[in-house]
T-cell receptor
Framework: GENVEQHPSTLSVQEGDSAVIKCTYS??????FPWYKQELGKGPQLIID?????GEKKDQRIAVTLNKTAKHFSLHITETQPEDSAVYFC????????????FGGGTRVLVKP | GAVVSQHPSWVICKSGTSVKIECRSL??????MFWYRQFPKQSLMLMAT?????????EQGVEKDKFLINHASLTLSTLTVTSAHPEDSSFYIC????????????FGPGTRLTVL
């Protein structure tokens, strides 16, 4: 089955700096890659996603890049703010296989004011 | 984004009792919902896929008689933890699949279950 690795497990950045989280996946059939933000005691919130026919997608301060050949995708957060502090999860799924998500291990991001 | 609710947000019960958790998609219909379990500082673990009008599909190692799932309508799925024990204490999260070009999953706020 699919395996998703996520790095780093923790990330501390200064407010205003950029944060980058990287994920790799194993199943070349995966074609949908969402990113979720989870705050303490809450459910994950979808923040951005990308499909395998697109190499990059941007939404304000958040961007995701996908390299299908290397089977890795990354989340980029620019101009970080304290409210960006949370745990971020990457995931991968195959639409034809029931849309089940396989999650990475998560990255705890701390933005220091 | 779409809205998914869960009820209750937290529950404390005695060992041996059963607990029902509801998951509702509030602004879209979901033929497919998913149930996850999350331990502290860990990732989400998929327990089962809930399909409206048919039996749920359970992941390997998840006891279907222990975790009963009913997807009664296009907006409601329920998870019943039967004969709960302390090791069932966890954060249970549901998601609803909004079908379309992306087939996005939207998550509920989670239910904290504590079994005494």
């Amino acid at each position: 089955g699919e395996n998703v690795e996520q790095h780093p497990s923790t990330l501390s950045v200064q407010e205003g700096d950029s944060a980058v989280i990287k994920c790799t996946y194993s199943d070349s059939a995966s074609n949908y890659f969402p990113w979720y933000k989870q705050e303490l005691g809450k459910g994950p919130q979808l923040i951005i996603d990308i499909r395998s026919n697109v190499g990059e997608k941007k939404d304000q301060r958040i961007a995701v890049t996908l390299n299908k050949t290397a089977k890795h995708f990354s989340l980029h957060i620019t101009e970080t703010q304290p409210e960006d502090s949370a745990v971020y999860f990457c995931a991968a799924s195959i639409k034809a296989a029931g849309n089940k998500l396989t999650f990475g291990g998560g990255t705890r991001v701390l933005v220091k004011p | 984004g779409a809205v998914v609710s869960q009820h209750p947000s937290w529950v404390i019960c005695k060992s041996g009792t059963s607990v029902k958790i509801e998951c509702r998609s509030l602004d879209f219909q979901a033929t497919t919902m998913f149930w996850y379990r999350q331990f502290p500082k860990q990732s989400l673990m998929l327990m089962a896929t809930s399909n409206e009008g048919s039996k749920a599909t359970y992941e390997q190692g998840v006891e279907k008689d222990k975790f009963l799932i009913n997807h009664a309508s296009l907006t409601l799925s329920t998870l019943t933890v039967t004969s709960a024990h302390p090791e069932d204490s966890s954060f249970y999260i549901c998601s609803a699949l909004r079908q379309g070009y992306y087939n996005e999953q939207f998550f509920g706020p989670g239910t904290r279950l504590t079994v005494l």
